[in-house]
């Protein structure tokens, strides 16, 4: 039997899922590792299962190795035949689940200063990989390629062209969830699919996107994972004049700018309490309150904004985390944008995931990223065995 390894390596965590190949991959079993390089926690799902233990994992490396000491009841007598990586930044070439060899690695290696707080620890899961199972071939698969293709006027920035030349452009991420969940809605709303749908995908880093077909028209993130949307930690929309203020006149350094934009600002900053959308919905603190406010708030105005993109809409999705899960803020982004047609009052409908009663339908479809790395993986697999 041959099976597939799906990994998402962030700066202190190790996701992963193993799949036994199949034209369309079954999951085994998935989970992930936190606090890799201090108290490391594994959980490992399967099916209704669950365990949680304390491991010792100061590296991608060893986290890995801990994970497959995990999966060995799994993977008695199989073969691993590729794996497949998260891989946030493709930059402007790379628009499509690439092999990686040593050319494909060193050219997102130079996209590290694009990614920084993502990138290095994606290429760190793939050496990692690359060393424990060197008969598998490895295949990347990027958060911005479904955005690749977008509309010139929703990649460029108002700056010199010849910057846009080098690649300072609007990239767009989160593109292997609304790639799973653009074939959720080809496969069960075919209607929906040849239509405007505007998808947020809402969780620690949240990001809106605008789709007409399939395919993506625009999108809240930009040049980095920072733009946008306010986050668990992150900023969202920020004049520039903000940062060269910080530097010229409060003396920060540009890691500390980035350390303050990427892990000190969004809802945490905002808050001062906690980046997590549950804390603060149970938290009585006014700034709890504040934080919880203005993110509703950018999420109703960007969703606005993407309607206009589209020139109108057929529906909205929710997925990602706090979209999936947290009712309350889907229910207070809703309100106030019956003039698009979108409305929510309760009532039941035979779908479960079709919450809306307006003109406009409205959605909540649970996304699937690594189901995408893992059917990229074996449609990988397959072209090299024949």
Not at 284 to 296: F, G, L, M, N, T
Request: hydrophobic share 40%.
């Amino acid at each position: 039997m041959t099976g597939l390894l799906t990994l998402n390596a962030g700066s202190s965590s190790l996701k992963f899922g193993l799949y036994k190949e199949a034209d369309e991959p079954e999951l085994l079993v998935h989970g992930q590792i936190d606090g890799i390089g201090r108290a490391a926690q594994l959980i490992v799902k399967s099916g209704e299962a669950e365990t949680r233990d304390q491991v010792d994992a100061p590296t991608q490396h060893a986290a890995l190795q801990r994970v497959m000491a995990a999966l060995a009841p799994y993977t008695r007598g199989m073969q691993i035949s590729g794996v497949g990586h998260r891989v946030v930044h493709g930059g402007p070439d790379f628009a499509a689940p690439t092999l990686l060899t040593p050319e494909v690695q060193c050219a997102l290696e130079a996209l590290s200063p694009l990614a920084p707080l993502h990138q290095p620890h994606n290429l760190a899961g793939v050496a990692a990989a690359r060393d424990m199972f060197p008969g598998a071939i490895q295949v990347a698969c990027f958060d911005t390629a479904f955005h690749r293709g977008h509309p010139w006027v929703n990649d460029a920035f108002a700056i010199p062209r010849s910057l846009y030349d080098e690649g300072i452009r609007r990239y767009g991420f989160h593109g292997l969830s609304y790639d799973y969940v653009t074939g959720v809605i080809a496969r069960d709303f075919p209607e929906l699919h040849a239509g405007r749908v505007i998808v947020a995908h809402l969780g620690n880093g949240a990001s809106i996107c605008a789709i007409r077909q399939g395919r993506s028209i625009g999108s809240t993130m930009g040049f980095s994972a920072l733009d946008g949307l306010p986050m668990g930690t992150r900023c969202g929309q920020i004049d520039p004049g903000v940062i060269l203020y910080l530097i010229e006149q409060k003396g920060m350094t540009p890691r500390e700018v980035q350390n303050l934009l990427y892990k000190e600002s969004g809802l945490l900053g905002l808050s001062d309490l906690s980046g997590d959308m549950r804390t603060l919905l149970a938290s009585s603190e006014p700034a709890a309150k504040q934080a919880i406010d203005y993110y509703v708030f950018r999420a109703r105005r960007e969703i606005g904004a993407l309607t206009a993109v589209l020139g109108g809409v057929d529906a909205l999705v929710f997925c990602g985390g706090v979209g999936e899960n947290a009712s309350e803020i889907r229910q207070r982004i809703v309100e106030g944008l019956d003039y698009l047609g979108l409305e929510m009052n309760g009532m039941e409908s035979p779908d479960p995931r079709d919450i809306g009663t307006g003109v406009a339908r409205i959605l909540v479809i649970p996304t699937d990223e690594e189901r995408v790395i893992a059917r990229a993986v074996h449609d990988a697999v397959t072209e090299t065995l024949q």
